[in-house]
C-alpha cells in the first residue's frame, strides 16, 4: 500500500506540534479523554494511516491550535492541490 505524501507530511507536522508541546502519545490518549489512542495517533503520524478530517479538527482543539496553522506550509499546499487535481 503505497503511503500519500500528504499523509506523511500531515503526520510529521502533527508530530512536531505534539513534542512542541511537550506532549507524549499517553498524553494525548488523556487529554483527549481516550478519543485519540496512542497507536491512532502514532499512525497518523507516521503517516500510515489517513487522519479522517473530523478527527484532525479535534486533535487540533486537544493541541489547542487552529487546524489551517497544520497545513500551513507551501509545499504541502502545492502537493495537495497537485494530488487533488482530477483530469
Known sequence: MRMRTIDIEVGIKLRQIRKHLGLGLKDVELLSDGEFTIVAVGSYERGNRSIP???FIELCKVYKIPPH????HERMTCQIMC?????
Open 53 to 55: 478530517l473530523n478527527k
Open 69 to 72: 496553522t497544520v497545513l500551513k
Open 83 to 87: 494530488e487533488d487535481t482530477y483530469v
